[in-house]
């Protein structure tokens, strides 16, 4: 069966320190891979999606970046943190099924910047 | 206007009784759509997709789709308290060929024993 990992599970950074965070997939092969962020009592935005090793495409412009260096490895990173990149980030993970793109979570990253 | 649209709740149900769920989406042509559970601070998980007009079962659940109206819903039968959560609407946009999803704010839904 798939595993997706996420961590760290919950971050506390300044405003201006750099981030990293990491995603994996188990159990499957080139997934289709998303980066989300939940703000507070807010929907879902899809921050990154990536079909392949080294292809990203951004859906919302910010001071965010992600990167997939390995096929079942998907990172999101910043150089320096705004107060607003606070929220809920979420990796998730699809393969084609049953005429449908089915998309499953990761537990998910809490990040707080203060 | 919103992409997809869901009344945010919150949604009181009596322990027993149906849930119904609703949600609207403007991309006329999307194709697939689904149906997630969030419980407060934790991740999103499927509870079941469907892509033809009319119904699809899983257990105590039933999503029912109406493409001519833009229009899907999920019912839950015998609520339970385990049950109370958010529940998050998602469409597969016509445009896209990679799963991307456009997700609904979600409604809360609340089984009072």
């Known amino acids: 069966s798939q595993t997706i990992h996420q961590w760290p599970a919950t971050l506390v950074q300044p405003v201006g320190s750099p981030l990293s965070l990491e995603c994996t997939v188990e159990?499957?092969?080139?997934?289709?891979l998303y980066w989300y962020r939940q703000a507070a009592g807010r929907g879902l935005q899809l921050l990154f999606y990536?079909?392949?090793?080294?292809?990203i495409s951004s859906e919302v412009p910010q001071n965010l970046s992600a990167s997939r260096p390995q096929d079942r490895q998907f990172i999101l990173s910043s150089k320096k943190l705004l107060l607003s990149d606070s929220g809920f980030y979420l990796c998730?993970?699809?393969?084609?099924?049953?005429?449908?793109?089915?998309?499953?979570f990761g537990p998910g990253t809490r990040l707080t910047v203060t | 206007q919103k992409e997809v649209e869901q009344n945010s709740g919150p949604l009181s149900v009596p322990e027993g009784a149906i849930a119904s769920l609703n949600c609207t989406y403007s991309?006329?042509?999307?194709?697939?759509f689904f149906w997630y559970r969030q419980y407060s601070g934790k991740s999103p998980e499927l509870i079941m997709f469907?892509?033809?007009?009319g119904d699809k079962e899983d257990g105590r659940f039933t999503a029912q789709l109406n493409k001519a109206s833009q229009y899907v819903s999920l019912l839950i039968r015998d609520s339970q308290p385990s049950d109370s959560a958010t529940y998050l609407c998602a469409v597969n946009p016509p445009t896209d060929s990679w799963g991307k999803l456009q997700f609904g704010a979600g409604t809360q839904v609340v089984v009072t024993p």
């Open positions: 991309d006329r042509g999307s194709q697939s």
């Open positions: 998730a993970w699809s393969q084609w099924r049953d005429r449908a793109y089915e998309q499953y």
């Open positions: 159990g499957t092969s080139n997934p289709n």
């Open positions: 469907i892509y033809s007009n």
């Open positions: 990536s079909v392949g090793i080294g292809q």
